[in-house]
């Protein structure tokens, strides 16, 4: 492996949304540092968080119709059902739901679960509860995403703001026609994502595993894989 190709896997690219921010962090290290030396190496440390925390590595994902994927970086937090949030228009049945919770260290770029086109997105107003407890996925601040195959399945998408968590950016609109794992937003800093699966789908991840935006498979659209057991070792 070339040195370029080694320097560019340690170092991943920052997605543009984070210069911003990592410039802000950098001016604000020098002034303090005028004001006194050591706030410099402080505020130098924050501002590499800060580069860190925007990350977007490149994945490599299944092209494969049937498959989820997950949308993103995190632990598993929640495989059972529960009621999708009233904007999807999922109905008001309990669908399979996978949640995953981003800590701040996580990568934060979110991706699309499936192959499909957006018919609906929706943003509603809420709390910022610590987003790895459930009632987070009902009560904070959210931006809900429909999408649905070329076979007609639909997948709802929920991106959850958490306790530090105050933005979340979206990149892509209704209409828009996705890859399975195109990026889709960014959430500020910390939070979860829930996805919705069609009734009678089993999760393929278990409550605890990590998961990779892109990569690690959710669960299967067409049933070939049967509810996966397991345990911590």
Same mark, same amino acid.
Do not use: C, H, M, W
């Given at each position: 492996m070339s040195a370029p190709g080694t320097l560019s896997s340690v170092l991943p690219p920052i997605h543009r949304a984070g210069w911003p921010f990592i410039a802000a962090f950098l001016v604000a290290a020098i002034l303090l540092g005028l004001l006194w030396a050591p706030l410099f190496w402080l505020g130098l440390l924050a501002t590499l968080w800060c580069a860190y925390f925007f990350r977007d590595p490149v994945?490599?994902? =299944?092209? $494969?119709?049937?498959l989820v994927v997950s949308p993103? $970086?995190?632990?598993v937090v929640t495989t059972a059902e529960r009621v999708p949030p009233p904007e999807l228009e999922l109905g008001d049945r309990p669908l399979p739901c996978i949640g995953i919770f981003m800590n701040v260290f996580d990568v934060h770029v979110n991706r699309t679960p499936v192959i499909g086109t957006v018919v609906r997105r929706a943003y509603h107003p809420g709390k910022f509860l610590n987003a790895?407890? $459930?009632k987070a996925s009902d009560e904070n601040e959210r931006q809900s995403w429909k999408i649905r195959t070329a076979?007609?399945?639909?997948?709802g998408l929920v991106q959850i703001a958490g306790l530090v968590a105050r933005r979340i950016v979206p990149f892509v609109g209704e209409g828009?026609?996705?890859?399975?794992?195109?990026?889709?937003?960014?959430?500020?800093?910390g939070s979860r994502c829930d996805v919705y699966l069609p009734e009678g789908v089993e999760p393929l991840v278990l409550v605890g595993q990590r998961a990779l935006a892109g990569e690690t498979v959710l669960a299967d659209l067409?049933?070939?894989? =049967?509810?996966?057991q397991g345990r911590a070792s």
């Open positions: 994945r490599v994902t =299944p092209d $494969d119709p049937a993103a $970086d995190g632990v790895s407890f $459930d076979s007609g399945r639909e997948i828009a026609v996705l890859a399975a794992g195109q990026r889709v937003g960014l959430i500020r800093f067409f049933g070939n894989q =049967p509810k996966r």
